[in-house]
């Protein structure tokens, strides 16, 4: 008997295990509120193409992919097969919201931190999110930055050239600065000091937005679109976040001018939702 038949009902729950965890995080962003520009239970936010029920179709769709993915990392699956399954999901996404682009950037991000963390636990090894990326890049690294190189048009590789802005593919890359170095810490030290998920959650938006190139905010409104959304979370930030009495005022009223500029900070949205992620793996 191999080691891989030995302990492959163990892989096979640890990776539902995982996946279960990739769609509470993409819930919890989903049902935050309020959240600037982006969709949530109370409003479609800037978007007049997508609302609440399109984003629970697209996670119904994307149930088992998470959980697919995690095993394939567990059975240290080539990027090749990696790709593949992100493709298959991409398709299953806009299949079941009419050619919608609802979660294309978490089916990437989440997938990968997935995968490894599926290959992590599959040999009792930390899930720490430096970790995670650290097996990402040594796994699979190489492959991500080929097929960077090779990447069919879209609107966020047109935003990447035009703006020289670092997207997602060259954020995991890079190590995922903006997840591990402002999300996660903002998230947890929130939770710390509040014991409040909504409040670190908005916190944490916040922190991801103050900073991020988010390439859904240069394809919406140009390098002024994005400047005006990170210094409106800055001014948010220096005002106390979510500890300031009137913090949900403030979020309220950044929403209605997102709304008003037709600005939605999608590339945030998926940092929340990963950061969720990694919290949930190694709180």
Same mark, same amino acid.
């Given at each position: 008997?191999?080691?891989?038949?030995?302990?492959?009902?163990?892989?096979?729950?640890?990776?539902?295990?995982?996946?279960?965890?990739?769609?509470?995080?993409?819930? $919890?962003?989903?049902?935050?509120?309020?959240?600037?520009?982006?969709?949530?239970?109370?409003?479609?936010?800037?978007?007049?193409?997508?609302?609440?029920? $399109?984003?629970?179709?697209?996670?119904?769709?994307?149930?088992?992919?998470?959980?697919?993915?995690?095993?394939?990392?567990?059975?240290?699956?080539?990027?090749?097969?990696?790709?593949?399954?992100?493709?298959?999901?991409?398709?299953?996404?806009?299949?079941? $919201?009419?050619?919608?682009?609802?979660?294309?950037?978490?089916?990437?991000?989440?997938?990968?931190?997935?995968?490894?963390?599926?290959?992590?636990?599959?040999?009792?090894?930390?899930?720490?999110?430096?970790?995670?990326?650290? $097996?990402?890049?040594?796994?699979?690294?190489?492959?991500?930055?080929?097929?960077?190189?090779?990447?069919?048009?879209?609107?966020?590789?047109?935003?990447?050239?035009?703006?020289?802005?670092?997207?997602?593919?060259?954020?995991?890359?890079?190590?995922?600065?903006?997840?591990?170095?402002?999300?996660?810490?903002?998230?947890?030290?929130?939770?710390?000091?509040?014991?409040?998920?909504?409040?670190?959650?908005?916190?944490?938006?916040?922190?991801?937005?103050?900073?991020?190139?988010?390439?859904?905010?240069?394809?919406?409104?140009?390098?002024?679109?994005?400047?005006?959304?990170?210094?409106?979370?800055?001014?948010?930030?220096?005002?106390?976040?979510?500890?300031?009495?009137?913090?949900?005022?403030?979020?309220?009223?950044?929403?209605?001018?997102?709304?008003?500029?037709?600005?939605?900070?999608?590339?945030?949205?998926?940092?929340?939702?990963?950061?969720?992620?990694?919290?949930?793996?190694?709180?």
């Amino acid at each position: 008997m191999t080691s891989q038949t030995r302990f492959a009902p163990d892989l096979r729950s640890a990776s539902g295990d995982i996946g279960r965890l990739a769609i509470r995080a993409l819930l $919890t962003e989903l049902k935050l509120h309020p959240k600037p520009g982006l969709v949530s239970p109370v409003d479609n936010g800037a978007h007049d193409d997508m609302n609440l029920t $399109t984003f629970v179709r697209s996670l119904l769709a994307l149930r088992f992919y998470f959980t697919a993915i995690a095993e394939a990392g567990a059975r240290e699956a080539s990027f090749d097969e990696l790709r593949r399954l992100g493709i298959e999901a991409e398709r299953r996404m806009l299949a079941a $919201t009419g050619g919608i682009n609802t979660h294309r950037g978490a089916i990437f991000c989440l997938g990968f931190l997935a995968a490894a963390a599926g290959w992590r636990r599959a040999r009792g090894l930390g899930l720490q999110g430096e970790l995670l990326t650290e $097996t990402v890049l040594q796994l699979w690294g190489e492959g991500v930055a080929e097929v960077g190189r090779v990447a069919p048009d879209s609107h966020g590789a047109r935003v990447i050239r035009r703006y020289g802005a670092r997207g997602a593919r060259e954020e995991l890359l890079a190590g995922l600065p903006t997840l591990l170095g402002i999300a996660v810490p903002a998230l947890r030290e929130t939770l710390k000091r509040t014991s409040c998920a909504e409040r670190a959650s908005i916190q944490c938006l916040f922190a991801i937005m103050a900073e991020l190139q988010d390439t859904n905010l240069l394809h919406r409104g140009g390098l002024e679109g994005l400047g005006f959304v990170q210094n409106a979370a800055r001014r948010f930030l220096d005002a106390g976040g979510v500890h300031a009495r009137d913090w949900r005022q403030r979020a309220l009223d950044l929403h209605g001018d997102c709304v008003a500029l037709h600005l939605s900070p999608g590339g945030a949205a998926d940092c929340l939702a990963a950061a969720w992620f990694v919290h949930g793996l190694a709180p």
